[in-house]
């Protein structure tokens, strides 16, 4: 059976997405911790990213990257922090979000609540900046 990160990537599940491949999606976190975080995984279902064949592991960073450059371009931040974790869900993923300061990452418990309208917004701005 299909984990939720599956059911997103082919669209059986709403999804703020930003980018995608044929092998990769990237979409917002509906749980942010700053305006743009956004998730990026492989299309293929693998719980532990370190268990991801080098091809997949290697390209999806490499998709990341692209991602992240258009979040940089849209999301007014210093950088863009990059994250993996995850023991909640059963499908390797990169978190992506944009930091002001590196305590910005550290902040787990203080999640933003968006609008849909605030989350369709930021996905089409980050979705226009990005070059695949």
């Known amino acids: 059976m299909a984990g939720i990160?599956?059911?997103i990537a082919k669209g059986e599940i709403p999804s703020y997405k930003v980018a995608e491949n044929e092998k990769?999606?990237?979409?917002?976190d509906i749980s942010p911790f700053?305006?743009?975080h956004v998730l990026v995984i492989p299309k293929k279902e693998v719980?532990?990213?370190f268990d991801l064949d080098d091809e997949t592991y290697a390209g999806l960073h490499l998709f990341a990257k692209k991602v992240a450059i258009g979040l940089k371009k849209a999301i007014p931040c210093k950088k863009v922090g990059e994250m993996v974790l995850g023991l909640e869900v059963p499908h390797a993923h990169i978190h992506l979000i944009p930091l002001q300061k590196e305590s910005d990452l550290m902040n787990f418990s203080n999640k933003l609540k968006l609008t849909d309208k605030?989350?369709?917004?930021?996905?089409e701005k980050i979705s226009k900046e990005i070059k695949l």
Do not use: H, M, N, V
Request: aromatic fraction near 30%; charge should be positive; hydrophobic fraction near 50%.
């Open 5 to 7: 990160f599956s059911k």
């Open 24 to 28: 990769f999606y990237a979409f917002l």
């Open 118 to 123: 605030e989350f369709k917004t930021i996905a």
């Open 34 to 36: 700053a305006r743009g």
């Open 47 to 49: 719980d532990y990213i």
